[in-house]
């Protein structure tokens, strides 16, 4: 049987992919991979970077492009079998990194080819300089029974982070609520009332259902004038995955939470770090825990009276204007969306026939265009993995492909919540590979209702721009080796400067201009409703400044403090930190972190601190723009060659002194976001 995975077709044949194709072809890969490794050891040669670091990046790039679809599918297009597959690989792969990582012949070998510096590129450099951390990182100086402990440890840690992951899906699509009546769903827009008219009959249901994902429950929460509705929603989406509420304990993630906060502690220590907060930054652009949480309690403190005095605002709002005194955490979205419009006189849903999903990607296109030069065109035929999946391309002014990627765009079943960008394929170019970087861009709209253009939300256009700044970040490389291309080597916690940067032209004027534009009549956003549009901007900004630091304080504390003898302190965190900054009070019954995938299920354990980190790096970036001009051709050229273009070529301090000419300033997130300095 030929198998999908292991032909060195340019794009992935997603329609050809089966699950029983998966573990075949990654046990090929890997037993390839290691005999090329023990060749290249042994040939006696002296190591070189064409003899040896070359050879290894393509053997590493294509397990890569093999596992990345699969990677993909199980997150866009799950099955019981997809995903049966997928974990049954992680193992093999967990294993296989960390075999590598504690390879000491290999991790000699880079210090040989390190040590003939003279010979090396500034790039090829940081590639050994990366790669000679990540062995030490992954053991190497262990003795044998620690390095086998170690491997054992992140082979369970891959496998319970998969399974959390899993565990959050599933609890979603568990959920669902039918309704007879659209009377049921008095408030919403009319465009939420078909969508769950569409979703019934989607699941061969009469009426209207409503489902966890995005598009359904947020319109719920904001919306609806049913009290209850929304309580009700709001219990199943705070419970999810956990052991209470509508499905107590069927998907419960409560030992997955233990143990993977016990393993990664015992791995960090391991290696000689106090904590896995002390080994997260060991990759960061944070110099120490103590760096982190001064800057997140800056923040807190600097934050928390202005969110009180929103907090104060709403609950009297609440009880002057509509009679309601206790305000409960399903009413804060309900009653926040009658405060906005009160006193800005906008709603979200004015706002929405502006934005167009086709106008708004072509003018997203345009303005990427605008800033640094590249132009954007619709490759059809190409083959997908479901018929809503477009793909594009991205060409220089003299018609070189400089990026590919697939855009997926709407909510669907089986599909994870959210928005994301992933690599399919990283940038290489030797002498025996050229490989155009390929990214695959993944959000959750409102999908079609109909032949109706889908209408976004400003947020969703926000959204939807800084995922694409990711993707730009990935796709605009110039650098040439694939580790630290695009988004690879770059630092967690700069590694959203490009997309938390692009957000800024959702709501300039000049950017604006390319595409907001209603959907029946073409006309521009009228200024009258942009002048309200910029009043709102900062709308209860300190509010949702304080929720994002819950979380990242949370997150850092929860590693930082971690204490083996002292059980299962994940709650008793989690209330000192909604002490010390929440506003909103949370109920008892409350799980939030049974679905905190960002950190227990992804990247982001003990650096969800990144989002705001990376906040203050954008919003710095982005006042050059502001000081020279959005649209200013060398800015936007500088920006590009500075941050864009060389990815993880260098460490993320030197790129942003070499665009913006001095270390960031917090200032300008503080100015950006309507919360004194």
Known sequence: ???????????????????????????????????????????????????????????????????????????????????????????????????????????????????????????????????LRDFKLSG??????????????????????????????????AWSKELASSDDLAG???????????????????????TLDAPSYLPVMTYAEDAALREEMYRAFATRASDVGPHARQFDNSD??????????????????????????ATKMARSSDEVMAFLNDLAHRSKAQADAEFADLQAFAAQEHGHADLKPWDVAYYSEKLRQHRHNISEEEVKPYFPISRVIGGMFDVVGKLFGVSFHQ????????PD???????????????????????????????????????????????????????????????????????????????????????????????IAGINGVAWDAVELPSQFMENYCWERDALNLFAAHFETGELIPDELYERMIAAKNFQSGMMMVRQLEFAIFDFRMHLEYDPSAGDAIYKILKEVRE???VVPAPEWNRFPHAFSHVFGGG??????????????????????????????????????????????????????????????????????????
């Open 379 to 386: 490759v059809p035929n190409v083959e997908t993995y479901h």
């Open 256 to 281: 997955n939470m233990r143990e993977i906060l016990a393993l990664r502690h015992e791995a960090a220590q391991l290696l000689g770090f106090e904590n896995y907060a002390e080994r997260s930054i």
């Open 389 to 483: 999946v477009s793909f594009y391309e991205i060409r220089d002014p003299d018609g070189s492909i400089r990026g590919q990627f697939y855009f997926d765009l709407y909510a669907r079943q089986h599909k994870r919540g959210g928005a994301w960008m992933d690599v399919c394929q990283p940038r290489v170019k030797t002498n025996a590979l050229e490989q155009v970087p390929v990214a695959y861009m993944t959000c959750n709209f409102t999908p079609p209702v109909g032949d109706a253009d889908v209408l976004l939300t400003h947020r969703e256009v926000e959204t939807l721009f800084h995922e694409f700044g990711h993707g730009l970040h990935h796709m605009l490389t110039r650098v040439n080796y694939p580790n």
């Open 580 to 582: 010390q900054v929440a």
């Open 604 to 677: 982001y354990a003990a650096g969800y601190y990144s989002y705001k980190w990376a906040e203050v790096l954008s919003a710095d970036a982005f006042s050059r723009f502001e000081e020279e001009g959005v649209f200013n051709e060398a800015t936007g050229r500088s920006f590009l060659e500075s941050i864009l273009e060389r990815g993880g070529s260098d460490d993320a301090m030197n790129l942003f002194v070499n665009f913006r000419g001095r270390e960031p300033d917090v200032d300008a997130l503080l100015r950006h976001t309507g919360i004194a300095a």
């Open 1 to 131: 049987m030929s198998n999908p995975l292991l032909e060195d077709s340019p794009l992935p044949r997603f329609t050809s992919i089966l699950p029983e194709h998966v573990e075949p072809a990654v046990d090929e890969l890997l037993a390839r991979n290691r005999e090329q490794v023990a060749t290249l050891l042994q040939t006696g040669d002296e190591a070189s970077w064409e003899s040896l670091v070359e050879p290894l990046e393509l053997m590493d790039n294509r397990l890569w492009r093999a596992w990345s679809p699969v990677s993909h599918l199980n997150s866009v297009l799950n099955s019981d079998a997809l995903r049966e597959a997928h974990s049954a690989c992680l193992a093999k792969l967990s294993e296989f990194s960390t075999e590598m990582g504690q390879n000491e012949a290999l991790f000699k070998a880079y210090k040989a080819v390190e040590e003939s510096s003279d010979t090396l590129n500034s790039e090829q450099k940081k590639v050994l300089s990366n790669a």
């Open 140 to 173: 190497v100086d262990l003795p044998e029974d620690k390095k086998q402990r170690f491997k054992e440890i992140q082979q369970s840690l891959s496998a319970l982070s998969s399974d959390f992951s899993n565990k959050v899906l599933d609890a979603g699509n």
């Open 188 to 210: 919403l827009p009319q465009t939420a009332i078909d969508l769950a008219e569409q979703t019934a009959s989607d699941r061969d249901k009469t009426g209207y259902l409503l």
